[in-house]
Protein backbone atom coordinates (compact mmCIF):
# COMPACT_ATOMS: atom_id res chain seq x y z
CA UNK A 1 0.00 0.00 0.00
CA UNK A 2 1.81 3.08 -1.32
CA UNK A 3 1.22 6.50 0.87
CA UNK A 4 -0.47 9.32 -0.84
CA UNK A 5 1.92 12.26 0.32
CA UNK A 6 0.13 14.78 -1.92
CA UNK A 7 -3.73 13.94 -0.52
CA UNK A 8 -1.93 14.00 2.67
CA UNK A 9 -0.94 17.75 1.82
CA UNK A 10 -4.02 18.46 0.41
CA UNK A 11 -6.20 17.47 3.29
CA UNK A 12 -4.11 19.20 6.51
CA UNK A 13 -4.04 21.89 4.29
CA UNK A 14 -8.53 21.91 4.50
CA UNK A 15 -8.19 20.86 7.80
CA UNK A 16 -5.83 23.56 9.38
CA UNK A 17 -8.42 26.15 8.11
CA UNK A 18 -11.03 24.67 10.23
CA UNK A 19 -8.40 25.20 13.60
CA UNK A 20 -9.18 28.52 14.73
CA UNK A 21 -12.79 27.84 14.56
CA UNK A 22 -11.59 24.57 17.34
CA UNK A 23 -9.41 27.14 19.14
CA UNK A 24 -12.16 29.80 19.26
CA UNK A 25 -14.86 27.14 20.70
CA UNK A 26 -11.75 25.53 23.12
CA UNK A 27 -11.15 29.26 24.78
CA UNK A 28 -14.79 30.21 24.80
CA UNK A 29 -15.70 27.59 26.65
CA UNK A 30 -12.75 27.47 28.98
CA UNK A 31 -13.46 31.18 29.93
CA UNK A 32 -17.07 30.97 30.06
CA UNK A 33 -16.22 27.09 31.82
CA UNK A 34 -13.84 28.94 34.31
CA UNK A 35 -16.44 31.49 35.38
CA UNK A 36 -19.27 28.84 35.88
CA UNK A 37 -17.01 27.26 38.05
CA UNK A 38 -16.05 29.97 39.93
CA UNK A 39 -19.69 30.19 41.11
CA UNK A 40 -20.06 26.71 41.70
CA UNK A 41 -17.35 26.15 43.58
CA UNK A 42 -18.19 29.31 45.70
CA UNK A 43 -21.54 28.07 46.58
CA UNK A 44 -20.10 24.11 46.82
CA UNK A 45 -17.70 25.13 50.03
CA UNK A 46 -20.78 27.52 51.37
CA UNK A 47 -21.97 27.01 54.71
CA UNK A 48 -25.75 27.39 53.43
CA UNK A 49 -27.38 24.26 53.08
CA UNK A 50 -29.55 25.69 49.32
CA UNK A 51 -26.57 26.80 47.28
CA UNK A 52 -24.76 23.88 48.39
CA UNK A 53 -27.13 21.36 47.19
CA UNK A 54 -27.56 22.94 44.54
CA UNK A 55 -23.91 23.02 43.72
CA UNK A 56 -24.04 19.28 44.55
CA UNK A 57 -26.26 18.70 41.75
CA UNK A 58 -25.29 20.48 39.06
CA UNK A 59 -21.87 18.67 39.92
CA UNK A 60 -23.71 15.11 39.78
CA UNK A 61 -26.01 15.70 36.47
CA UNK A 62 -22.90 17.32 34.55
CA UNK A 63 -20.39 15.09 35.51
CA UNK A 64 -22.51 12.04 35.45
CA UNK A 65 -24.29 12.39 32.19
CA UNK A 66 -22.56 11.99 28.73
CA UNK A 67 -21.76 15.20 27.09
CA UNK A 68 -23.19 14.17 23.77
CA UNK A 69 -26.85 14.46 25.20
CA UNK A 70 -26.30 17.86 26.98
CA UNK A 71 -25.04 18.75 23.61
CA UNK A 72 -28.31 17.53 22.20
CA UNK A 73 -30.96 19.15 24.82
CA UNK A 74 -29.43 22.46 24.46
CA UNK A 75 -29.35 22.58 20.81
CA UNK A 76 -32.47 20.51 19.84
CA UNK A 77 -34.52 20.85 23.09
CA UNK A 78 -34.26 24.61 24.27
CA UNK A 79 -36.07 25.53 21.13
CA UNK A 80 -39.36 23.72 22.12
CA UNK A 81 -40.05 25.94 24.59
CA UNK A 82 -42.28 29.00 23.65
CA UNK A 83 -40.45 31.52 26.55
CA UNK A 84 -37.08 31.03 25.31
CA UNK A 85 -38.02 31.02 21.73
CA UNK A 86 -39.78 34.42 22.49
CA UNK A 87 -36.82 35.98 24.82
CA UNK A 88 -33.97 37.82 24.10
CA UNK A 89 -32.23 34.68 24.04
CA UNK A 90 -33.24 33.31 21.16
CA UNK A 91 -31.19 35.14 18.66
CA UNK A 92 -28.29 33.88 20.40
CA UNK A 93 -29.32 30.30 21.68
CA UNK A 94 -30.59 29.81 18.02
CA UNK A 95 -26.82 29.35 16.93
CA UNK A 96 -25.18 25.92 16.33
CA UNK A 97 -21.89 27.80 17.37
CA UNK A 98 -23.11 29.77 20.78
CA UNK A 99 -25.11 26.18 21.80
CA UNK A 100 -21.66 24.38 21.63
CA UNK A 101 -20.02 26.94 23.59
CA UNK A 102 -22.52 27.02 26.25
CA UNK A 103 -23.13 22.65 26.43
CA UNK A 104 -19.14 22.87 26.27
CA UNK A 105 -18.89 25.26 28.84
CA UNK A 106 -21.86 24.19 31.51
CA UNK A 107 -19.99 20.83 31.39
CA UNK A 108 -16.68 21.59 32.21
CA UNK A 109 -17.72 23.67 34.91
CA UNK A 110 -18.94 20.81 36.56
CA UNK A 111 -15.27 18.98 37.13
CA UNK A 112 -13.84 22.37 36.83
CA UNK A 113 -15.64 23.34 40.07
CA UNK A 114 -14.32 19.77 41.46
CA UNK A 115 -10.72 20.50 40.81
CA UNK A 116 -10.58 24.00 42.10
CA UNK A 117 -12.12 22.61 45.87
CA UNK A 118 -9.55 19.83 45.64
CA UNK A 119 -7.52 22.66 45.32
CA UNK A 120 -9.03 24.77 48.05
CA UNK A 121 -9.14 21.83 50.71
CA UNK A 122 -5.31 21.56 50.12
CA UNK A 123 -4.43 24.38 51.49
CA UNK A 124 -2.64 23.61 55.00
CA UNK A 125 -4.59 25.31 57.85
CA UNK A 126 -1.70 26.45 59.51
CA UNK A 127 -0.36 28.68 56.39
CA UNK A 128 -4.33 29.97 56.67
CA UNK A 129 -4.31 30.60 60.73
CA UNK A 130 -0.31 32.28 59.96
CA UNK A 131 -2.17 34.63 57.47
CA UNK A 132 -5.20 35.60 60.15
CA UNK A 133 -2.25 35.76 63.18
CA UNK A 134 -0.28 38.52 61.10
CA UNK A 135 -3.45 40.43 61.00
CA UNK A 136 -4.23 39.66 56.99
CA UNK A 137 -7.91 40.28 55.86
CA UNK A 138 -10.36 37.66 54.15
CA UNK A 139 -9.48 38.93 50.74
CA UNK A 140 -6.00 39.73 51.33
CA UNK A 141 -5.35 35.82 52.50
CA UNK A 142 -7.41 34.75 49.58
CA UNK A 143 -5.17 36.73 47.16
CA UNK A 144 -1.59 35.96 48.35
CA UNK A 145 -2.21 32.79 50.52
CA UNK A 146 -5.00 30.88 49.37
CA UNK A 147 -5.11 30.98 45.46
CA UNK A 148 -1.52 31.05 44.85
CA UNK A 149 -1.34 27.57 46.62
CA UNK A 150 -4.63 26.15 45.39
CA UNK A 151 -3.74 27.38 41.70
CA UNK A 152 -0.28 25.51 42.44
CA UNK A 153 -2.29 22.40 43.03
CA UNK A 154 -5.17 22.53 40.38
CA UNK A 155 -2.63 23.00 37.42
CA UNK A 156 -2.30 19.44 37.02
CA UNK A 157 -5.54 18.24 37.19
CA UNK A 158 -6.69 21.12 34.70
CA UNK A 159 -4.15 20.42 32.55
CA UNK A 160 -5.80 17.26 31.80
CA UNK A 161 -9.60 18.76 31.54
CA UNK A 162 -8.17 21.52 29.52
CA UNK A 163 -6.90 18.32 26.85
CA UNK A 164 -10.35 16.57 27.39
CA UNK A 165 -12.01 20.16 26.47
CA UNK A 166 -10.07 20.17 23.49
CA UNK A 167 -11.11 16.42 22.16
CA UNK A 168 -14.64 17.34 23.35
CA UNK A 169 -14.90 20.06 20.47
CA UNK A 170 -14.96 17.40 18.17
CA UNK A 171 -19.01 16.54 19.46
CA UNK A 172 -19.77 20.21 18.22
CA UNK A 173 -19.49 18.87 14.47
CA UNK A 174 -22.75 16.76 15.18
CA UNK A 175 -24.71 20.06 15.83
CA UNK A 176 -23.07 21.79 12.62
CA UNK A 177 -20.74 23.32 13.75
CA UNK A 178 -17.70 23.47 11.25
CA UNK A 179 -14.51 22.70 12.89
CA UNK A 180 -11.92 20.16 12.47
CA UNK A 181 -13.48 16.91 12.60
CA UNK A 182 -16.63 18.73 10.82
CA UNK A 183 -14.65 19.21 7.81
CA UNK A 184 -12.99 15.48 8.23
CA UNK A 185 -16.06 14.24 7.91
CA UNK A 186 -16.72 16.09 4.52
CA UNK A 187 -13.27 15.21 2.92
CA UNK A 188 -14.67 11.23 3.96
CA UNK A 189 -17.53 12.06 2.46
CA UNK A 190 -15.98 13.13 -0.90
CA UNK A 191 -13.25 10.72 -0.97
CA UNK A 192 -13.88 7.73 1.15
CA UNK A 193 -10.79 7.44 2.32
CA UNK A 194 -10.89 7.68 6.21
CA UNK A 195 -8.33 6.25 7.18
CA UNK A 196 -5.62 9.43 5.94
CA UNK A 197 -8.90 11.92 6.56
CA UNK A 198 -8.58 11.01 10.40
CA UNK A 199 -5.52 10.51 11.13
CA UNK A 200 -4.39 14.04 9.72
CA UNK A 201 -7.19 15.11 12.03
CA UNK A 202 -5.39 13.10 14.80
CA UNK A 203 -2.06 14.76 14.32
CA UNK A 204 -3.61 18.19 14.11
CA UNK A 205 -5.33 17.71 18.04
CA UNK A 206 -2.09 16.09 19.38
CA UNK A 207 -0.13 18.61 18.55
CA UNK A 208 -3.01 21.29 19.71
CA UNK A 209 -3.03 19.34 23.23
CA UNK A 210 0.93 19.41 23.65
CA UNK A 211 0.90 22.83 23.24
CA UNK A 212 -1.62 23.01 25.86
CA UNK A 213 0.19 20.78 28.35
CA UNK A 214 3.41 22.31 27.73
CA UNK A 215 1.59 26.33 28.25
CA UNK A 216 0.08 25.16 31.28
CA UNK A 217 3.33 23.13 32.65
CA UNK A 218 6.06 25.84 31.99
CA UNK A 219 2.68 28.07 34.56
CA UNK A 220 2.72 25.30 37.44
CA UNK A 221 6.26 25.49 36.93
CA UNK A 222 7.02 29.20 37.34
CA UNK A 223 4.37 29.46 40.32
CA UNK A 224 6.29 26.04 41.76
CA UNK A 225 9.92 27.91 41.64
CA UNK A 226 10.10 28.40 45.30
CA UNK A 227 9.79 24.82 46.16
CA UNK A 228 12.51 23.29 44.05
CA UNK A 229 15.81 23.26 45.95
CA UNK A 230 18.38 25.57 44.92
CA UNK A 231 21.21 23.42 42.98
CA UNK A 232 24.07 23.64 44.94
CA UNK A 233 27.57 22.84 43.12
CA UNK A 234 29.39 19.39 42.80
CA UNK A 235 31.87 18.66 45.35
CA UNK A 236 35.43 18.82 44.08
CA UNK A 237 37.42 15.48 42.84
CA UNK A 238 40.90 15.01 45.11
CA UNK A 239 42.80 15.03 41.63
CA UNK A 240 41.21 19.43 41.55
CA UNK A 241 42.22 19.55 45.26
CA UNK A 242 45.52 18.14 43.97
CA UNK A 243 45.79 20.36 40.58
CA UNK A 244 44.58 23.44 42.73
CA UNK A 245 47.40 22.77 45.45
CA UNK A 246 50.30 22.20 42.87
CA UNK A 247 49.21 25.89 40.86
CA UNK A 248 50.10 27.66 44.07
Known sequence: MSIDFGFLYDTM????VAVPATLAIFFASLVLGGLFALVIVTMRVSPYWLPNRFARLYIFVFRG???LIQ?????????????????????????PYVCAVLSLALCTAGY???IIRGGLMGVPIGQIEA???IGMSGFKLLRRVIAPIALRQCLPAYSTEAVLLVKSTALTSL????EVTA??????????????????AALIYLCLNFAIVRVLGAFEKRLSRHLRAPRTPAPASASTHLVRAASR
Open 112 to 114: TAE
Open 183 to 200: VAQDIIRQTYRTTEVFAC
Open 131 to 133: GYA
Open 65 to 67: SPL
Open 13 to 16: CRLL
Open 71 to 95: LFLIYYGLGQFGVIRHSFLWPLLRE
Open 175 to 178: VTVW
